[in-house]
Nanobody
């Protein structure tokens, strides 16, 4: 599956932003979807994942309560809704797909989007 993420930019602390990731090429609902991020100068980290049906999600502690993940299988798209943004959320965000995966998997994924950057700064 090919992934195309978009929605980055510059926002202020406390703002909200939604990233989207469109998939093509394979049956989207066979893939568990996840978001990762790479903050400046740091390693890539898991943000969260959503099950194939969209019924279950798993979010990292650092974003739980502020971020939500959803998907629209009819549109082959997964979303990352980010609220109450903080400067430490600044990163390049990547969507990822894993065939028949689960929401707790933080290892390698089958497909990755190209990454979308956003910065949280006043």
């Amino acid at each position: 599956v090919q992934l195309q993420a978009c929605g980055g930019g510059l926002v202020q602390p406390g703002d909200s932003l939604r990233l989207s990731c469109a998939a093509s090429g394979r049956t989207f609902n066979n893939y568990n979807m996840a978001w990762f991020r790479r903050p400046p100068g740091k390693e890539r980290e898991f943000v969260g994942a959503i099950s194939r049906s969209g019924g279950s999600t798993n979010l990292a502690e650092s974003v739980a309560g502020r971020f939500t993940i959803s998907r629209d299988n009819a549109k082959n798209t997964v979303y990352l809704q980010m609220n109450s943004l903080k400067p430490e959320d600044t990163a390049v965000y990547y969507c990822a797909a894993k065939f028949m995966g689960n929401i707790y998997w933080k290892g390698e994924y089958d497909s990755w989007g190209q990454g979308t950057q956003f910065t949280v700064s006043s």
